[in-house]
């Protein structure tokens, strides 16, 4: 069987259209929220937050249980998304008190979160390659509910990240400067740690609550490397998460690989080879010639010898040099504004 | 206290009390700014001068007192018209993590507590922003690349993206070459033309000394100078004539806004204002 006829199998496979569909949704949406993450200094949100979704995976197998579901796992998503929620929005409380002792308050939740879902899932029933599955990913069991639900999920996330991008983006880049503006900052904070537990809890099927965190970052870190503004970094994050999601996917189905850490290991392969290219790029860089507006700006105030001044705007003409400090060697001009 | 024409101060500050942690930082402020005035705070490290317009910009809690912005009480975040603020801190916050452009910073400056998602003409707005500091060119450039008066620069546009009806900066002096200082003292100086009021933070009025109405130094956390007497009620001082370009932008702005009538034409050769 040539690769060709191997590659058309995979698509004609229902599960594998299933799961390919989960890995672009999910590759899409996860590095928006990853790029306001890191723009905060807060990349390891995911990752804290991914240990406590855990726990909440294994409620939902309690609960699973407890109610007879036909499948074991059948509440472990919505479990997720409860738990991811309830973690993410401990971490604000914490993290807007500012404490000393935050770090401590953190860890302490994260590893609660790894050892409560590992402690209920045993109690539930459930066993190691369950267990693995969640912790490494595994889209090997998905439904055309687990399609929804994601698709769902994958709106929510888009919609916020990128219908509330100037709003998000002043309140990651500078939140005194937000909140000065009168930016409803505290809400904006728990719509970012919300978003981003769904986030997790989106991304959990496909590469696991331990490396969730990944897929929201990596393809952060290797657009930083190469995107001029915040804009292009979230869309070509956004682009490149899709890539390695679904390319990472597919080489799982040719090798009995785990997709969490295929799909990891390949985002930080793209970012190694772009760290690499990215000095031969750059190269060409050329010397910036002076910018002609702020040569004019500065001639408004004499500041810039020998720069013309009938460039001066006529309404600035009042002003014509600096009186303390002012350079001995700046040329005089009219101050009257009849001159 | 309203003025004459029925209008607030731009800030009203009455008995304000600020704590942080177990330091009393401010103790008893009542501080009237009146529309239209330039004020300078001065004073030493440790007097409380930032804490003070911090306090006013909603950054830190009045342990005790009232603050008023247009008449709002600042507790009610919601009533207080936020729109009409503008401010500009002493550098650049934010941790040079990604590449951010210094049209996007500026942009930030169009929202407020009512404006999540700024207009369809956020960019030109922003270009136009930073072609009042000179920066128009550098619009896409990375703003973390920017030296230290560029930065400020662009921190400035971002504030008068706002049409700010108050300015309130901090510490603009510090850090940067002459040519930038004197190129701010311009920008401030336009500003006050169109009647805005600026509330400046300052150790030393330096080459911004020609534009300052009045000056209020704190010391330990108190006022302890403030020469408002010698302007109090702001009477237009006689034969004086409001500077032509500045009415116009009045006009443009669609305001009623007049400059201050203690703004005279300034001549930073001489630190004068005279009667244009």
């Known amino acids: 069987m040539t690769f060709l006829d191997t590659l058309l199998s995979m698509l004609s496979s229902e599960l594998m259209q299933r799961a390919l569909l989960i890995a672009g949704l999910v590759g899409v949406?996860?590095?928006?929220?990853?790029?306001?993450?890191?723009?905060?200094?807060?990349?390891?949100?995911?990752?804290?937050?991914?240990?406590?979704?855990l726990t909440g995976v294994a409620m939902g197998w309690l609960a699973g249980a407890a109610a007879g579901t036909a499948s074991a796992d059948a509440?472990?998503?919505?479990?997720?998304?409860?738990?991811?929620?309830?973690?993410?929005?401990?971490?604000?409380?914490?993290?807007?008190?500012?404490?000393?002792?935050?770090?401590?308050?953190?860890?302490?939740?994260?590893?609660?979160?790894?050892?409560?879902?590992?402690?209920?899932?045993?109690?539930?029933?459930?066993?190691?390659?369950?267990?693995?599955?969640?912790?490494?990913?595994?889209?090997?069991?998905?439904?055309?509910?687990?399609?929804?639900?994601s698709a769902g999920l994958a709106v929510f996330i888009l919609g916020v990240g990128l219908g509330l991008r100037p709003a998000l983006f002043a309140l990651c880049y500078d939140e005194e400067f937000a909140r000065a503006s009168g930016l409803p900052v505290r809400a904006l904070n728990i719509l970012v740690a919300v978003t981003a537990a769904l986030t997790v809890a989106i991304s959990m099927r496909v590469v696991g609550v331990l490396l969730v965190s990944a897929l929201m970052i990596v393809p952060v870190a290797v657009a930083q490397l190469i995107a001029p503004s915040f804009r292009a970094t979230m869309g070509v994050a956004m682009v490149l998460g899709g890539i390695?999601?679904?390319?990472?996917?597919?080489?799982?189905?040719?090798?009995?690989?785990?997709?969490?850490?295929?799909?990891?290991?390949?985002a930080i392969t793209l970012y190694a080879g772009v760290a690499v290219i990215r000095p031969l790029l750059h190269r060409r860089r050329h010397l910036r010639r002076p910018d002609p507006q702020h040569l004019q700006h500065l001639s408004r105030v004499g500041a810039v010898r020998g720069y013309p001044a009938d460039t001066r705007a006529d309404g600035h003409a009042r002003v014509a040099s600096a009186s303390r400090g002012a350079r001995s060697d700046a040329p005089r001009r009219n101050t009257s504004r009849s001159a | 206290m309203r003025d004459r024409a029925g209008r607030h101060p731009a800030v009203q500050i009455d008995g304000l009390h600020v704590e942080l942690g177990a330091n009393s930082v401010l103790e008893g402020i009542d501080l009237e700014v009146a529309d239209g005035q330039t004020l300078a705070l001065l004073g030493a490290n440790g007097s409380g001068k930032t804490t003070l317009v911090r306090a006013v910009l909603g950054l830190v809690p009045a342990?005790?007192?009232?603050?008023?912005?247009?008449?709002?009480?600042?507790?009610?975040?919601?009533?207080?018209p936020w729109s009409r603020l503008g401010y500009v801190p002493q550098r650049v916050n934010a941790q040079p993590v990604m590449s951010v452009t210094a049209e996007e910073v500026v942009a930030a400056g169009l929202l407020d507590h009512r404006r999540l998602v700024p207009g369809s003409h956020a960019r030109e707005r922003a270009q136009d922003a930073l072609?009042?500091?000179?920066?128009?060119?550098?619009?896409?450039?990375?703003?973390?690349?920017?030296?230290?008066?560029?930065?400020?620069?662009?921190?400035?546009?971002?504030?008068?993206?706002?049409?700010?009806?108050?300015?309130?900066?901090?510490?603009?002096?510090?850090?940067?070459?002459?040519?930038?200082?004197?190129?701010?003292?311009?920008?401030?100086?336009?500003?006050?033309?169109?009647?805005t009021t600026i509330i400046v933070v300052l150790h030393d009025p330096g080459v911004l000394a020609p534009l300052i109405h009045r000056t209020v130094v704190l010391d330990h956390g108190r006022v302890r100078h403030d020469d408002a007497a010698g302007i109090e009620g702001f009477p237009p001082r006689a034969g004086s004539t409001l500077p032509s370009d500045a009415s116009d932008d009045a006009r443009v702005r669609g305001t009623d806004r007049a400059p201050h009538p203690d703004h005279h034409a300034l001549d930073l050769t001489t630190g004068r204002r005279g009667s244009s």
């Open chain 2, 131 to 195: 072609g009042q500091v000179g920066l128009r060119e550098r619009s896409r450039d990375n703003v973390h690349l920017f030296s230290g008066g560029q930065q400020q620069r662009v921190l400035i546009a971002r504030a008068l993206i706002r049409r700010p009806d108050l300015l309130i900066i901090d510490e603009p002096l510090s850090g940067i070459d002459h040519d930038s200082q004197t190129a701010l003292a311009v920008t401030l100086s336009d500003l006050q033309a169109r009647g």
């Open chain 1, 75 to 149: 509440l472990a998503v919505p479990g997720a998304v409860a738990a991811a929620i309830i973690g993410a929005l401990l971490i604000e409380f914490v993290r807007d008190r500012g404490r000393t002792s935050a770090d401590v308050a953190l860890a302490m939740l994260f590893y609660g979160g790894i050892a409560g879902g590992v402690l209920l899932i045993g109690l539930a029933g459930g066993t190691a390659a369950n267990l693995t599955g969640y912790l490494f990913g595994s889209i090997s069991t998905v439904d055309s509910l687990d399609v929804w639900l």
């Open chain 2, 63 to 80: 342990t005790r007192g009232r603050i008023a912005v247009y008449g709002a009480d600042l507790v009610m975040r919601r009533a207080v």
């Open chain 1, 244 to 266: 390695v999601c679904v390319v990472g996917l597919s080489i799982t189905y040719f090798h009995a690989l785990s997709p969490g850490a295929t799909i990891t290991v390949l």
């Open chain 1, 29 to 53: 949406s996860a590095p928006v929220i990853g790029t306001y993450l890191v723009q905060r200094r807060l990349a390891l949100l995911g990752d804290g937050i991914g240990h406590v979704a």
